[in-house]
């Protein structure tokens, strides 16, 4: 078959490591090890099942599943049958998961029974074939069971580059939220770009701890096993947790979230653990304080970088390089992955020079295809020839991107603008917090009013009065938030992203109710 010479496939990921590793340890989930040799046949025979089962090329397998070596298999399984793959968030409402099924018409789910079996009767009414993951839905329908008798032998399969591989669903902040279609040779090309970038070694330990639905977890741990390196999941994130894996496992590369290294930093335990193992830490969904950077830096890792992406682009997109962290503070996102261009784009299709924002812009192999069953989307975040990424930004200097706000969250206050991820840079110098976000929320005078919402590190108090003139010694007078609101708690994706929509719409009254 003449695509079996030259083409492009996530599986044959899998199986090329297998060839070179066979008894190399790929992935460690609790006690379980399965050696590369072990992967390919688990990944072959779950494939083979699916085709076995009367599924045809294109038809559409969703999952709501957490991190498991199970989980791993059966995305690779989907892959190596030519099917489509649709991760979803476990954690989005019950109504969010019927319309993407009915959206990409699921012909099957796999699931974890914790995260369906209050909600199963309404799923079944859209998909009735369910199989369990882990866990038991009360039926013999699960994934071990599955994989018994079949052949270990991968199918042969036509495979185009270009095809889809996946459906990603970003979250909806405004309506229903929309399908990315990702092409096997997109998440190939962008897991290679990882590797160079990140310095992967053969000998790498990685960290599998973010969720795999995700395309950030997905691509660090597609881009560990396309190397050949040995990956260590563990199920969601916990500080002792994390740190007894990173000494027992002498993890050498992980990506988490800036609160979460802040976690570690400050735990009362964390000299009990050797974290000396660690070699890359990488960051990502937020920026990281000053302060914090340089005590993560100081203190748990020599090397952190920051890596930015959208499942539409995928990841990672620009890097913000170990060696340039210390040397500049802000939003920088660095420079460019070598797998694609990034450009500073008018509203008319130009490209700025060095200095002037505009929205931040891509090509590459990475790219979507576009958004599932949403033409006119497509086009929008094509215009031009470029992918648009509904940020702003602009080079600096030395070449370096500087993310300003995406579009959609700059504060237009007083015939102003304020991006607000710099007045949340400056909320969270402020020693009492631990997290905040700022908000345009309306105002009869100001149209926007810039409002911080904050919450505390344990054990601290603040006032409103002291963070206001926090503020004021950093900020210009416009900048400064109007009020400002403690929290216990964010609203947060299950990927760490705030949730600014959120409080726009809960606190949409905040300044009539004031006033």
Not at 54 to 63: Q, R, W
Not at 80 to 108: D, H
């Amino acid at each position: 078959m003449q695509n079996l010479i030259n083409r492009v496939a996530i599986g044959d990921i899998i199986r090329r490591n297998a060839s070179r590793f066979p008894e190399k340890i790929a992935i460690v989930d609790g006690l379980r090890e399965i050696t590369y040799q072990e992967l390919d046949e688990l990944t072959n025979q779950f494939a083979n099942f699916l085709l076995n089962s009367g599924f045809k090329k294109g038809d559409t397998i969703a999952s709501i599943c957490g991190n498991s070596w199970e989980y791993v298999v059966a995305f690779n399984g989907i892959a190596k049958a030519g099917l489509i793959w649709v991760p979803m968030n476990p954690g989005i409402s019950v109504a969010e998961k019927l319309y993407i099924l009915k959206q990409v018409e699921a012909k099957m789910i796999l699931a974890d029974a914790p995260f369906v079996e209050n909600d199963l009767q309404e799923i079944k009414q859209v998909c009735s074939n369910i199989m369990s993951v882990r866990g038991n839905l009360g039926d013999t329908n699960t994934f071990l069971l599955a994989l018994d008798g079949q052949l270990k032998k991968e199918p042969i399969v036509e495979i185009q580059d270009r095809d889809v591989a996946q459906i990603m669903f970003t979250s909806g902040t405004t309506g229903n939220p929309k399908g990315v279609m990702t092409s096997h040779i997109a998440v190939y090309i962008a897991s290679l770009g990882n590797i160079i970038e990140s310095d992967f070694s053969e000998d790498e330990v990685i960290l599998t701890m973010m969720p795999l639905f995700h395309c950030a977890q997905h691509t660090f741990t597609m881009s560990a096993l396309h190397r050949g390196a040995k990956s260590i999941i563990i199920n969601g994130f916990e500080p002792e947790t994390l740190m007894k894996t990173i000494d027992t496992q002498k993890i050498t590369n992980m990506f988490a979230l800036p609160m979460m290294y802040k976690m570690i930093l400050d735990h009362p335990k964390r000299s009990q653990y050797d974290l000396s193992s660690l070699r890359r830490c990488t960051y990502a969904m937020a920026p990281m304080d000053k302060k914090s950077l340089q005590r993560c830096i100081n203190e748990i890792c020599p090397n952190f970088a920051l890596g930015t992406g959208q499942t539409e682009m995928y990841p990672s997109t620009m890097v913000f390089r170990p060696e340039e962290q210390l040397r500049r503070f802000g939003s920088y996102w660095g420079t460019s992955s070598l797998i694609n261009d990034t450009a500073i784009m008018d509203d008319d299709g130009n490209i700025l020079p060095k200095g002037e924002v505009g929205e931040i812009v891509h090509r590459g192999a990475n790219v979507m295809n576009g958004y599932f069953k949403n033409p006119e989307e497509t086009a929008k975040a094509q215009a031009f020839g470029w992918h648009h990424t509904g940020d702003l930004g602009y080079w600096d200097e030395d070449g370096q991107l500087v993310f300003v706000d995406r579009k959609k969250d700059i504060i237009k206050t007083g015939g102003e603008n304020v991006a607000s991820i710099k007045v949340e840079g400056t909320l969270l110098m402020h020693d009492d917090v631990a997290n905040a976000v700022a908000v345009g929320l309306p105002h009869e005078h100001w149209a926007e009013a810039v409002t911080a919402f904050i919450v505390l590190k344990p054990g601290r108090t603040s006032s409103v009065e002291k963070i206001i003139e926090h503020c004021k010694q950093h900020l210009g007078g416009f900048q400064v938030p109007k009020s400002v609101i403690f929290l216990e708690q964010l609203p947060m994706t299950a990927t760490g992203k705030i949730q600014k929509h959120v409080l726009r719409k809960k606190y949409e009254n905040h300044y009539q109710v004031i006033n």
